[in-house]
């Protein structure tokens, strides 16, 4: 059961047949299927989750073809490498957890593509069970998210002291990230990242910020990156 699907011929190399080629093929779309689903079930980013489900069920199936196709010939792992050499991949980073989903589609590819299915599909089960849970639980998480907070103050209406006060009384902890000049200087764009109260009320905090800046804009970014920290 937990041998591979392929027969071995007396040099080591895998006998590939249409039947193999086809249950190895479907069973890394079906992991593919699953693994976005759960995805799907957990997700927290802020972008659409559509291109990356796609990814996560196609993924594992191009890994396996490509595992079959190559087998232990060294010639083709060569012309592959050189083919996949000049292909450049341009993408904006993703989180960790949407990392950990992308080396877990490689691997169930690479356990189909080598005739392993039980493997693949133990491994699946266990590592999606425990992705799962842990979101489910929100392991590590906290009760009260950080955000960031823009505020624009005019030059002449820049008091620092007063900010900090205010965020001293609507935020459990604050710490001062850029401050940057715009419209050639008139303006200063603050961003803090803070952590608000428990009971602290949003339109309370805005409105007490609103009296030292003029009413000019102020933003809240929600959902940080780990970049954005």
Not at 17 to 22: L, N, Q, V
Not at 179 to 204: C, H, M, P, V
């Amino acid at each position: 059961m937990l041998n591979s699907i392929f027969t071995t011929t007396s040099d080591g190399s895998a006998t590939l047949t249409a039947s193999s080629f086809i249950l190895a093929a479907v069973t890394a779309l079906v992991l593919g299927i699953v693994a976005a689903a759960v995805y799907l079930k957990t997700y927290k980013s802020r972008t659409s989750p559509q291109t990356f489900a796609i990814t996560l069920i196609v993924l594992p199936v191009v890994i396996a073809v490509i595992i079959m196709l190559v087998g232990n010939n060294v010639a083709r792992a060569f012309s592959l490498a050189g083919a996949f050499s000049i292909i450049r991949f341009r993408s904006a980073p993703g989180d960790p957890q949407e990392i950990t989903y992308v080396l877990y589609t490689m691997a169930i590819g690479l356990a189909a593509g080598m005739g392993y299915l039980a493997y693949a599909g133990i491994a699946a089960v266990l590592i999606l069970a425990v992705l799962f849970v842990l979101n489910s639980t929100n392991f590590g998480g906290t009760t009260v998210a950080d955000q960031i907070l823009k505020i624009t103050v005019p030059e002449d209406m820049y008091f620092k002291n007063e900010i900090e006060d205010t965020l001293n009384q609507f935020t459990s902890k604050w710490t001062l990230k850029k401050i940057k000049t715009t419209e050639l200087g008139s303006l200063f764009e603050i961003n803090y990242l803070i952590r608000l109260k428990q009971d602290a009320n949003e339109k309370q905090f805005i409105d007490a910020l609103r009296t030292l800046n003029g009413n000019l804009t102020i933003a809240m970014q929600y959902n940080l990156l780990a970049d954005e920290y």
